[in-house]
């Protein structure tokens, strides 16, 4: 499995949004909620589900 800082998982996160199509201010709380969720151990509502927003993002 890998391993990511809370920046390093912050950064990914934040580029993956933009590159979905989120402006700069939705990508910033997209991902201040994920890492947020992931901090907290509520893994079911932070990275594991981050897919699901970016396929959102996209549609």
């Known amino acids: 499995m890998m391993q990511l800082t809370l920046d390093q998982a912050t950064g ?3 580029m993956a949004a933009l590159g979905a ?4 201010e939705a990508a910033q709380s997209l991902t201040a909620s994920i890492i947020a969720a992931e901090a907290e151990g509520l893994s079911t509502v ?6 699901d927003y970016l396929e959102a993002l996209e549609a």
Do not use: V, Y
Not at 46 to 51: N, T
């Open 21 to 24: 199509g989120a402006n700069e």
């Open 12 to 14: 990914l996160c934040r």
């Open 46 to 51: 932070g990275l594991s589900h981050f897919i």
